[in-house]
């Protein structure tokens, strides 16, 4: 009797078998998975090798839950769910939540509900009880919002660079952000910018935590205003002293961002345990057993 759980994103894909008793048996990872990213087909091919790689014996498999970012906004969540079943060679239903279950589940397993903030490339909040998000704050995506994320980041580093490509002596930031872009001038960074896919803005963001770390202003203030953009997220949604759980590359690596965020979620929820989430896919399978 097993239990296969997957922590599914735009780049990587996690996949990890427990036994009833909760030892992982099996691990394995893969590129991103996520239908919205990659398309339906191309995404079932991604999970099914993960898949074949983790479990021997798919009949042995008692239950199966994925952790999936926009699975609300799924054409058809349960034929996905079904396709995931049939590609998987499972006898048992796949579940499909939201990747902020599982970031939750993976800081604060013993809790029935509280807050997560996941801030990678994108930024979102969510409420959850349970197995289930009942309230979110930001998650528009790169277009409408996302700020303080990693390609918010990148975004004010490309428009610090561009209004200062000028300045004599260079600026720090400004410079630094050209020579990333192998751009010799405004003109080029805007190609750059424009050219490329719009997630690689995100690239840029370390550019802006290295800088801080030295001290240079420009990247202080655009750090400092990120951090403010994500406590602001969580403020919107935690009222209680349930934990706080803090997930994604820009929240929780150390740095300027991680720092001030924790001083001002402190600071504004003072009774409320903040942990920073674990293994994504562990947590996923230890959430299939208990709903088993």
């Avoid at 790169?142 to 990693?150: H, I, K, S």
Wanted: proline share 7%; net charge negative.
């Amino acid at each position: 009797m097993t239990y296969l759980g997957l922590d599914v994103g735009g780049t990587h894909t996690r996949a990890v078998l427990h036994d009833a008793a909760g030892r992982e048996l099996a691990r394995a990872t893969a590129t991103g998975g996520n239908p919205a990213a990659r398309g339906a087909p191309a995404a079932l091919a991604v999970l099914a090798e993960v898949v074949a790689r983790t479990v021997a014996d798919p009949g042995a498999v008692r239950g199966c839950l994925l952790g999936l970012s926009g699975v609300s906004a799924l054409a058809d969540p349960d034929g996905f769910a079904e396709a995931c079943r049939a590609a998987f060679g499972l006898t048992v239903p796949v579940r499909l939540v939201s990747d902020a279950v599982v970031a939750f589940a993976a800081g604060a397993p013993a809790a029935p509900g509280g807050t997560v903030l996941i801030a990678g490339t994108g930024a979102i909040a969510c409420r959850i009880a349970g197995t289930a998000v009942t309230e979110r704050a930001g998650g528009l995506g790169w277009l409408l919002g996302d700020e303080g994320g990693g390609f918010w980041l990148g975004r004010e580093a490309l428009r610090h660079a561009h209004a200062h490509a000028h300045d004599h002596p260079a600026d720090p930031l400004g410079r630094a952000v050209l020579d990333a872009c192998a751009a010799p001038d405004p003109a080029a960074l805007l190609r750059w910018a424009y050219d490329g896919p719009p997630h690689r803005l995100a690239s840029l963001a370390p550019l802006i935590t290295e800088l801080a770390l030295t001290g240079d202003p420009a990247a202080l203030r655009i750090t400092e205003s990120a951090a403010a953009h994500l406590a602001a997220l969580v403020a919107a949604l935690h009222r209680d002293d349930a934990p706080i759980v803090l997930a994604g590359s820009v929240a929780t690596a150390p740095g300027p961002v991680h720092d001030g965020l924790l001083a001002r979620l402190r600071a504004a929820h003072p009774a409320a345990p903040l942990t920073v989430a674990g293994d994504g896919a562990a947590a996923a399978a230890r959430l299939a057993a208990a709903a088993g």
